[in-house]
């Protein structure tokens, strides 16, 4: 079976993550590390995928190469990276389309998606990218099992849990309570450089959004911490008695 | 403006968060409704506008691409300029294969839209965005709990939509429905929430935000690492997987507030957050934080507040 996995190379959280006021774009600039979602992905194509192939799917810089390496690392076989300074300004619909342009030639039976990107995205890209592909697509995904050419996946909703069949290919995002991901070994590591990494382009797609300005979130008020001293119970029902909570 | 908001339902009912929307998009231009599922007429007999039915079995399951196919056609056949959703996962997905479909701008996580821009906060809310469409047709999904289900006034009127469904819309199927089932008062509708982490050690510790919430009128929920631990119920999981709560009062109790939990909670009015450890992210929003030993603080805290409130 050869499965894709979407993955995004975000700025690391450590840097701290901001917006350029001057592009009103995220930040890219510092390191980018892969979205921490996308290691469950790789994970459970890599339990699914023995003996096939796993693919690693991105668009990005091509800086982001660095951060894919991971999945390399983990033991994906190889990565493809849509770059392209003319894709910088993507929003969902460019992004989708050029994903879509690389899966439909890698013609995978399976694509694979963390639950949502680690820098701020609407957790959708997935629906977006199936589709094009016109594919069925299953979202967060906790219990995955391919038999044959059909999967079956378990989801946890706001009402509970669903139990999903479809024929592949397909498109699944799974959630972050499906595997544990594996650490990269020290010998993965150093053979993931030497793994094939191919850089695509694809047409710029006209983004239908716009960031039209930046605002300062609203004040939440002050906000007060204390250490316990045997009366806070008494200083939470001052504090809700002023506020008139109780 | 024409605008159409997709009303999601549940057990016989319109998700308190969808009339929210319907009743933001009313008041800034022309809203109108659409229900899409199996014997679903009823559940939106007092809508208070146009609602468009698709009653059809094939849209019994809650899966997302048939319902793109049913909303693309409306678009496309009524011209509506804008579709709004409020969030859940069947929601995000059929927003996002819709924009595809139709080529519309997608704007999510909504606070607010004045029929122009739409007002979004980023990156763990350190920033409001104000964002517009350069798009014919503009897809947005609100925020869940972020704005007031109030009901519209005008005629109902129930108009039936064609379902036509693409062949791989129709690929994946229903399967099995697990519905987890609800004890006590709704997180949703409660204007008091008392939140358990795993701070709280083991299960039966729940017992002490139970008696905290009941002594203040309100539900109790909880993490998602209790639920997953099967501390307690799916129905009262809080956070990114699970529901998005805005009641008055939010109180934390051993929850470290870590992102996929904040997500759920942050629009609460207020947040008392009791936690051991000092350096927990929980502080970092919490209107009033107290660091120390729950298992202390809590049931001294129920009995000051039932001696106040008499309850």
């Given at each position: ?39 469950y ?10 003996g ?34 003319e ?6 619909l ?90 990269p ?39 007060v ?22 | ?146 704005l ?56 039966a ?31 009262a ?14 109180v ?16 609460s009015?207020?947040?008392?957050a ?38």
């Amino acid at each position: 079976m050869k499965i894709a996995v979407c993955v995004k190379a975000v700025p690391d959280a450590a840097g701290g993550r901001r917006i350029d006021p001057a592009t009103k774009r995220l930040d890219r600039s510092g390191e980018l590390t892969l979205s921490e979602f996308d290691a469950y992905a790789v994970e459970e194509a890599l339990m699914l995928g023995e003996g096939g192939e796993v693919v690693v799917v991105s668009m990005g810089p091509e800086r982001a190469l660095d951060a894919l390496r991971k999945a390399l690392a983990m033991g994906a076989d190889r990565a493809v990276l849509v770059a392209g300074d003319e894709l910088a300004g993507s929003d969902l619909l460019g992004t989708a389309a050029a994903l879509a342009g690389v899966l439909e030639r890698e013609s995978p039976d399976l694509v694979l998606f963390g639950q949502q990107s680690a820098d701020g995205g609407g957790a959708c890209l997935w629906a977006a990218v199936a589709e094009h592909l016109q594919r069925p697509a299953i979202s967060q995904v906790s219990e995955l099992t391919v038999s044959g050419d059909s999967l079956t996946g378990k989801r946890q909703t706001e009402f509970g849990y669903d139990t999903i069949r479809a024929p592949l290919p397909a498109v699944v995002a799974v959630s972050d309570a499906i595997n544990t991901p594996r650490y990269p070994s020290l010998k993965g590591i150093m053979g993931a450089k030497k793994k094939p990494q191919e850089t695509a382009t694809a047409d710029a797609i006209a983004p239908g959004t716009e960031v039209l300005a930046l605002n300062p979130p609203p004040s939440r008020g002050e906000s007060v911490k204390l250490e316990d001293d045997g009366s806070a119970a008494e200083k939470i029902v001052e504090f809700l008695a002023e506020k008139r909570l109780v | 403006m024409k605008t159409l908001v997709f009303l999601e339902h549940h057990e016989g009912a319109v998700q308190k968060g969808a009339l929210g929307v319907l009743a933001k998009a009313a008041s800034v231009g022309d809203a109108h409704g659409v229900v899409i599922g199996s014997g679903v007429r009823d559940v939106v007999a007092a809508a208070g506008t146009t609602v468009w039915v698709a009653d059809d079995a094939r849209l019994e399951a809650p899966l997302p691409q048939p319902r793109v196919d049913v909303i693309a056609k409306l678009v496309r056949d009524e011209g509506y300029d804008t579709v709004l959703f409020a969030q859940s996962v069947l929601a995000a997905d059929v927003a996002a294969g819709l924009a595809v479909r139709l080529g519309a701008g997608l704007n999510w996580g909504l606070v607010d839209f004045d029929g122009t821009k739409g007002s979004a906060p980023q990156l763990q809310d350190t920033v409001v965005v104000d964002v517009g469409w350069t798009s014919p047709v503009r897809i947005g999904v609100f925020r869940a709990g972020s704005l007031d289900a109030t009901a519209l006034s005008g005629s109902t009127e129930l108009r039936d939509a064609t379902v036509e469904l693409e062949e791989f819309s129709t690929l994946a199927e229903m399967v099995e429905q697990a519905h987890a089932e609800q004890q006590g008062p709704s997180i949703e509708d409660a204007d008091v929430i008392v939140a358990g982490g795993r701070g709280l050690g083991e299960p039966a510790n729940f017992a002490l935000c139970e008696e905290l919430a009941k002594a203040l009128g309100g539900a109790v929920a909880a993490t998602r690492a209790v639920v997953d631990a099967g501390w307690y119920p799916y129905a009262a999981q809080v956070g990114q997987t699970g529901k998005t709560v805005a009641p008055k009062l939010y109180v934390a109790v051993g929850i470290s507030g870590a992102i996929q939990h904040k997500v759920g909670m942050q629009g609460s009015g207020v947040i008392v957050a009791i936690n051991k450890d000092a350096n927990a992210p929980i502080f970092e929003f919490a209107d009033l934080g107290v660091v120390g030993d729950l298992h202390a603080i809590v049931p001294k805290l129920t009995e000051l507040v039932r001696a106040r409130r008499g309850s």
